[in-house]
């Protein structure tokens, strides 16, 4: 099946510091979002962007369905960003990277 | 609805016993996934509906996970003799047509 790879794993920040998180998957893909795990467990959609660019606030996505990878950009972090962000893709079935845990402090 | 519910929120049994599991999708989502997700972990992928086509039962894990959803609307999760390693936050999510999910708040599940 389809691998999704997120980089980095943890990522600690200062707030208003900015960050990119990366999406890599292996095949072509019908569907890619990207969603934010907050502490208490439920997951948000943040983006739904099988290509091109969003924004969406602070946040923007990038999606180069050729080079099959996807791009999170959190512009000046606040505390409230921290939790896992986790890429989806979608192919025959729905996986899910293993996410990016970000850590913002005051 | 206004969003994806799905109950129990908690769920404590004993290994053996069978458990159901809820979810209410967004009104008018043709689309229905079901998920699992362990302690720290991603999510896994369990089963998909999709109108009223046959279901895509390629990530149940075994035999005694099953789901069915009624009407193309309410899903129930079955998972009968539960097992310690059945402890997980079963998470439902909604969409239409493949495209956007929204996610419900989770089923906690603890096998004793």
């Known amino acids: 099946g389809i691998q999704v790879e997120q980089s980095p794993p943890d990522l600690i920040l200062q707030e208003g510091a900015n960050s990119t998180l990366r999406c890599n998957f292996s095949?072509?893909?019908?569907?890619l979002q990207w969603f934010h795990q907050n502490p208490w467990g439920q997951l948000i959609n943040l983006f739904y962007?099988?290509?091109g660019t969003k924004q969406n606030g602070r946040l923007s996505a990038t999606t180069v369905a050729t080079e099959r990878y996807s791009l999170l950009y959190i512009s000046s972090s606040q505390t409230t960003d921290s939790g896992v962000y986790f890429c989806a893709v979608e192919r025959v079935d729905m996986r899910f990277g293993a996410g990016t845990r970000l850590t913002v402090k005051p | 609805g206004a969003g994806v519910s799905q109950s129990p929120s908690n769920k404590v049994t004993e290994k053996g016993k069978d458990v159901e599991l809820r979810c209410d999708p967004i009104?008018?989502?043709?689309?229905l996934y079901w998920y699992r997700q362990s302690l720290g972990q991603g999510l896994e992928f369990l089963i998909y509906?999709?109108?009223?086509?046959?279901?895509?039962k390629s990530g149940l894990p075994s035999d005694r996970f099953s789901a069915e959803r009624t009407g193309g609307s309410v899903s129930t999760l079955t998972i009968q003799r539960t097992q310690q390693e059945d402890s997980a936050v079963y998470l439902c999510?909604?969409?239409?047509?493949?495209?956007?999910?929204?996610f419900g708040p989770g089923t906690r599940l603890t096998v004793l």
């Open positions: 962007i099988p290509s």
């Open positions: 009104s008018g989502h043709t689309a």
């Open positions: 999510a909604s969409s239409l047509a493949r495209r956007e999910q929204f």
């Open positions: 509906f999709q109108g009223n086509s046959a279901p895509d």
């Open positions: 095949d072509s893909v019908n569907n």
